[in-house]
């Protein structure tokens, strides 16, 4: 199965692009030009309307092409396609839904606060109150991160006993966090785990392929 992956680099395509090594089945980047705007032109936005960053192209088994968006929509339909990397416990398996809580919390709750933190104008109607609304946010991310650390103390990856797809989300969400006052990375079980992660071959390939530097979270 061969995919593509539109990314920017260090964006949301980051836990996609771990993941897709990790699995390690064919695929090829395409680098989204953000300078010129590429994700908002037509082309993309015919295969991506929100115009956001990442999207997948997957080949189907009848050899057409699907189009997936969203992170975690990629992350899991890489997971329940590859099941022999293990990245996800089975639909209906045990364990199954513990790793949908945290991928979801992931991205439904602790993503979606980044875009206050990176893009705080859009979220104020008076310029006046952008640095509060960044600032307000970080402060709503480092609790959540201290939520994810004391769910980490109890065991080893955040969505199972083992590593999953989810994990690579956390890893990139980490990562966003890096010039914060309090920087997630800072946090025992999660720093912990971040390690392991950038100690993986598949995390430094991509990391290296998008050109990725120290400091990496
Ligand atoms: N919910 C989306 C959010 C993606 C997202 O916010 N991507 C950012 C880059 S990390 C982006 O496209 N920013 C440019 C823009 O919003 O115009 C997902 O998970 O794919």
């Known amino acids: 199965m061969a995919y593509t992956l539109?990314?920017?680099?260090?964006?949301?395509?980051?836990?996609?692009?771990?993941a897709l090594e990790e699995i390690g089945t064919p695929y090829e980047l395409a680098l989204l030009d953000r300078g010129n705007a590429e994700h908002k032109s037509a082309p993309?936005?015919?295969r991506n309307p929100t115009g956001r960053i990442p999207t997948l192209l997957a080949q189907q088994p009848d050899g057409n092409e699907e189009?997936?968006?969203?992170?975690?929509?990629?992350?899991?339909?890489l997971a329940d396609r590859h099941p022999e990397s293990k990245?996800?416990?089975?639909?209906?398996?045990?364990?199954r839904g513990r790793f949908l809580t945290w991928l979801f919390?992931?991205?439904?709750?602790?993503?979606?606060?980044?875009?206050?933190?990176y893009y705080p104008e859009q979220h104020v109607t008076d310029p006046v109150h952008v640095a509060d609304a960044k600032?307000?946010?970080?402060?709503?991310l480092c609790e959540m991160f201290a939520?994810?650390?004391?769910?980490?103390?109890?065991?080893?990856?955040?969505?199972?006993?083992?590593l999953t797809v989810a994990d690579f989300l956390?890893?990139?969400?980490?990562?966003?966090?890096?010039?914060?006052?309090?920087?997630?990375?800072?946090?025992?079980?999660?720093?912990?785990?971040?390690?392991?992660?950038?100690?993986?071959?598949?995390?430094?390939?991509?990391?290296?392929?998008?050109?990725?530097?120290?400091?990496?979270?």
């Open 44 to 46: 993309y936005l015919a």
């Open 87 to 95: 990245l996800a416990p089975a639909p209906g398996a045990a364990g």
């Open 147 to 162: 939520l994810v650390d004391r769910e980490l103390a109890t065991r080893p990856c955040i969505a199972a006993d083992h």
């Open 67 to 77: 189009t997936v968006f969203e992170t975690a929509a990629i992350l899991l339909h």
């Open 170 to 217: 956390l890893l990139m969400l980490v990562r966003w966090g890096r010039n914060f006052t309090h920087p997630p990375r800072d946090l025992p079980h999660l720093g912990r785990l971040c390690a392991e992660l950038l100690a993986r071959p598949s995390v430094q390939r991509a990391f290296g392929q998008e050109g990725l530097g120290a400091p990496f979270i």
């Open 6 to 18: 539109f990314y920017f680099p260090g964006n949301a395509n980051l836990a996609p692009h771990i």
């Open 105 to 117: 919390h992931l991205t439904n709750t602790i993503q979606p606060e980044y875009r206050v933190f």
């Open 135 to 140: 600032a307000t946010a970080e402060r709503r």
